[in-house]
C-alpha cells in the first residue's frame, strides 16, 4: 500500500443527485467523491444554479440540440472543476490571509497523512510563509472529481423522427460528456459489463497512458469479486485501456443497486484481491503492453499501478483501519453515513428526518428498481406515500418524462419503464387475465406497486435542497441507504463525520451495532431464505444452484473463523464481536433445508 498522502476514504456516487455537487462541497478540502452523471436534466438545473450564484453567463442547451446530453454533461463538469479549482487556490494561497481556511484543510487530514506531518514538521509555528506557500502548491492533495455510469443505462436515442447511431446512446453520450470534459480524474464503470460501451472508450485519446504511465482520465471498474475483474481487466486490457483501480463493493451491504453474489462475502473477496494483486497487475500489464503496440501507441516505461479499493456497509473506524491494514486497499468508500452530512451531499430536510429516524425495519431490500435489480430502500420514501391511493383510484404508475431507465419489452416493441403508467396498466390487464389465485394475484400486484420512478424520485431531493421548481417532476423523494443507515441516528457536520472515520469521537449511540462482515453474513442468510421460500417445483439446476450459495456462506464462515484466530490484540474487539455473532450464523445456516419438496 502506497503511502497516504491525504485522505484514505472517498464519497461513493448516491443516486443521482445525493452527491451531485458534493465536489464543489469537499474537493477543494482534499476529498475525493463521485457524481453521477446519469441525469443530464438534473445537471443542467445545477449548472444554471452556479453559473447565477457565481455570476457568470449560462448558455442553455436545448434538447433539440443533436448532441445535447453529452454537451450538458461536459459543461456542467467544466464548471465544477473551475468552481473546485478556485476554491483551492484559494485555499492555498490562505496561508498568509485566512489561516482558518488551511487549518480546516489540515485538521480533517488522518494524522498519519504523510502531507499533515511534513507540514507541521516544517512549518507549525514558523513565520517562514513564502516557504510555506510554495510548499502547499507542490504538495497539497485535491480531492479528485470523479464521476459514475451505470453501463446498462444505455437506451438508444432519436433525432427528427431517425433513430441515432450507438454512440448518441445514454451511456455512451455520458461517456464522450466525460471525454470531452477538462476533468483529470476517473470515471467509475458500475453494474457489468457493457462490451459495446467499453469498447467506445478507444476512441479518446484521454483514456489511454503516456510513455511515463500518466493517464489523464482513468478508469475505475466497480466490481463484486475477482473473477468479474479479471475478465473485464483483460477485455479492456487488449484494447489499450487500463482500468486504474478496481472498486469492490459489498453485493448487499449496500446502497442503492444490490449486485448479490452467489453467497461470496466480502472478507474472502478481498482476501482474494490481496492475494492476486501481483498477479492480476502483471497479467493485465502484459495484455495492456501487447495491446498498444499493435495500435502503434506509445507504450509506458514501466508496469502500471492498480488501486484496489472498498465499499460497502463500513460503519467504525475500528473497521476502517482493519480494511485498510490487513488488505492493503487504497481508500475506503463510505457513502450511506454522509447522507447525514448536509455540507456533503443533498439531503432536503424532510428526508433527513426520516433518515434519522430509519431502524433496520425501515431500510429494506426491495424491488423498487425499474431495471428488475434489487434495491436497498428507505420504506418511508416520500416518492412511493401515494402508490396505493394511486392504485385504488386506478392511477397506477408515473407518467414517464425522463426516459432514463426504459428497459423493458414484455408487451411493446420499444422498451418502457416499469414504474410507468403505461407498463403498470398493462401489466394489470395480463395479470387479470391469467386467472391466478387471490393470494398469486396479491403477490403479483404487491411487486408491481414496489416499482418507483427513480428517474424523478433520486434528483428530487437536490432540487429541494437547490431551490429549483419541482413542478415538472414532483417534490417525492426516493432515497436508498444501505442497511448501514440503522446504526447512524442524527445529522452530522462533515468534521464530526471525518473524526468519527478516523477514530477521533464516535456518532454511533447504539451499542448492539454488528460487524459490517456480521452484518453482510446476515444479510446473505436473509437472501438465501428468501430464494428458498420461493422454491415452487424447482428443477435440479436451482437446487444445485442454492446449495452451491449455501456452501460458498459456510466457507466464508470459516475464512472468518481463521482470521478471527489471526487477529492481533490491537483490533481485539472486533474479534470478540465476530467471534460471538459467528457461531449464532453458522448454526442458522447449516439449519437451513434446500429441498424440492414445499
Request: charged share 30%; with cysteine; net charge negative.
Amino acid at each position: 500500500m502506497s503511502k497516504i498522502l491525504g485522505h484514505s476514504f472517498h464519497i461513493p456516487v448516491m443516486g443521482t443527485g445525493f452527491t451531485v455537487d458534493t465536489p464543489v462541497k469537499v474537493a477543494h478540502l482534499g476529498i475525493s467523491s463521485v457524481v453521477s452523471i446519469v441525469d443530464d436534466i438534473l445537471l443542467e438545473k445545477m449548472r444554471e444554479l452556479y453559473c447565477n450564484k457565481l455570476s457568470l453567463p449560462f448558455l442553455p442547451i436545448s434538447e433539440k440540440t443533436k448532441d445535447f446530453r453529452a454537451e450538458r454533461i461536459t459543461s456542467y463538469l467544466n464548471l465544477i472543476d473551475k468552481i473546485v479549482k478556485e476554491k483551492f487556490e484559494n485555499l492555498k494561497a490562505s496561508v498568509q490571509e485566512k489561516k482558518e481556511n488551511l487549518e480546516e484543510y489540515l485538521d480533517l487530514l488522518p494524522d498519519f497523512s504523510e502531507v499533515k506531518k511534513e507540514f507541521k514538521e516544517k512549518f507549525e509555528g514558523s513565520s517562514y510563509v513564502k516557504e510555506a506557500k510554495e510548499w502547499l502548491v507542490k504538495n497539497l492533495p485535491l480531492g479528485s472529481i470523479d464521476v459514475n455510469i451505470m453501463t446498462k443505462l444505455d437506451k438508444d436515442n432519436f433525432y427528427e423522427g431517425e433513430q441515432l447511431p450507438a454512440e448518441y446512446n445514454d451511456a455512451h453520450a455520458a461517456l464522450r460528456g466525460f471525454a470531452m470534459s477538462n476533468l483529470e480524474s476517473s470515471m467509475v464503470l458500475s453494474a457489468g459489463m457493457n462490451p459495446r460501451l467499453y469498447g467506445y472508450l478507444e476512441q479518446f485519446e484521454d483514456f489511454y497512458p503516456d510513455e511515463n504511465g500518466y493517464i489523464k482520465k482513468k478508469i475505475v471498474l466497480k466490481v463484486s469479486d475477482y473473477r468479474s475483474a479479471l475478465i473485464q481487466g483483460k477485455f479492456l486490457a487488449k484494447k489499450g485501456i487500463w482500468i486504474s483501480e478496481f472498486r469492490i463493493e459489498s453485493g448487499l451491504n449496500c446502497g442503492g443497486h444490490a449486485f448479490a453474489t452467489e453467497g461470496f462475502l466480502m472478507g474472502p473477496i478481498l482476501e482474494e484481491f490481496k492475494n492476486n494483486r501481483e498477479e492480476l497487475r502483471i497479467t493485465l500489464s502484459e495484455i495492456l503492453f501487447q495491446a498498444l503496440k499493435g495500435k502503434e501507441r506509445v507504450c509506458p516505461k514501466s508496469n502500471l499501478d492498480i488501486r484496489i479499493t472498498a465499499q460497502g456497509g463500513v460503519g467504525t473506524a475500528e473497521e476502517q483501519e482493519f480494511l485498510m491494514n490487513h488488505y492493503n486497499l487504497d481508500s475506503i468508500g463510505w457513502g450511506t453515513p454522509f447522507l447525514l452530512v448536509p455540507e456533503a451531499c443533498d439531503v432536503d430536510e424532510n428526508t433527513l428526518h426520516l433518515l434519522e429516524e430509519a431502524q433496520e425495519k425501515d431500510l429494506k431490500l426491495s424491488h423498487a428498481s425499474p431495471l428488475g435489480v434489487r434495491y436497498n430502500n428507505l420504506v418511508a420514501n416520500t416518492r412511493d406515500r401515494d402508490v396505493l391511493k394511486k392504485f385504488a383510484e386506478n392511477k397506477p404508475g408515473s407518467a414517464c418524462t425522463k426516459k432514463y431507465m426504459l428497459a423493458n419489452t414484455e408487451f411493446t416493441e420499444k422498451p418502457i419503464c416499469t414504474a410507468s403508467v403505461q407498463y403498470q396498466k398493462l401489466k394489470l390487464a395480463d395479470l387479470k387475465e391469467k386467472n391466478l389465485s387471490e393470494k398469486e394475484y396479491e403477490k403479483e400486484v404487491s411487486l408491481l406497486l414496489e416499482k418507483t420512478c427513480l428517474c424523478k424520485g433520486l434528483s428530487a431531493s437536490s432540487f429541494l435542497v437547490n431551490h429549483i421548481d419541482t413542478k415538472a417532476d414532483g417534490d417525492g423523494v426516493s432515497i436508498c441507504p444501505g442497511p448501514n443507515l440503522a446504526y447512524f441516528s442524527k445529522k452530522a457536520k462533515l468534521k464530526e463525520m471525518v473524526d468519527h472515520i478516523y477514530n477521533r469521537t464516535n456518532l454511533i449511540v447504539r451499542t448492539d451495532r454488528p460487524h459490517m462482515f456480521i452484518k453482510e453474513m446476515s444479510l446473505y442468510i436473509d437472501y438465501l431464505k428468501e430464494q428458498i421460500d420461493e422454491l415452487h417445483n424447482p428443477v435440479a439446476k436451482q437446487l444445485k444452484s442454492l446449495e452451491k450459495y449455501k456452501d460458498n456462506l459456510l466457507n466464508g464462515v470459516d475464512y472468518y473463523k481463521n482470521l478471527s484466530n489471526n487477529i492481533t490484540d490491537k483490533f481485539k474487539n472486533m474479534k470478540n464481536q465476530v467471534g460471538k455473532d459467528l457461531e449464532k450464523l453458522e448454526l442458522e445456516i447449516r439449519g437451513l433445508l434446500i429441498s424440492s419438496e414445499k
